[in-house]
């Protein structure tokens, strides 16, 4: 597999859970954060209060989030790609 392959996939895997703490959360403003255990196997932990440290591998909610034209909170493919990156090039 492929660098441009594994970016997509592990993008989309951060996505797939930032939905579905979306979901969960219900609500406008997003908390907690997203600590990235391993990224080739794409393991995330949850953390409760925490803010961005991208030297810790962890990334806030509303940092991987991006309001759509319906004003509706949805992950940021973007986003999560340029956290991939971070770690496949």
């Given at each position: 597999?492929?660098?441009?392959?594994?970016?997509?996939e592990f993008?989309?895997?951060?996505?797939?859970?930032?939905?579905?703490?979306?979901?969960?959360?219900?609500?406008?403003y997003v908390?907690?954060?997203?600590?990235?255990?391993?990224?080739?196997?794409?393991?995330?932990?949850?953390?409760?209060?925490?803010?961005?440290?991208?030297?810790?591998?962890?990334?806030?909610?509303?940092?991987?989030?991006?309001?759509?034209?319906?004003?509706?909170?949805?992950?940021?493919?973007?986003?999560?790609?340029?956290?991939?990156?971070?770690?496949?090039?």
């Open positions: 597999m492929g660098t441009t392959e594994q970016i997509r993008a989309e895997a951060l996505c797939r859970l930032v939905a579905r703490e979306l979901q969960q959360q219900d609500g406008e908390r907690g954060a997203v600590r990235v255990l391993d990224a080739r196997c794409h393991l995330f932990r949850l953390v409760p209060h925490q803010t961005t440290d991208e030297a810790e591998d962890v990334f806030a909610l509303s940092d991987l989030c991006r309001v759509d034209e319906d004003m509706q909170t949805i992950p940021d493919m973007n986003r999560a790609l340029s956290v991939a990156r971070n770690y496949f090039l």
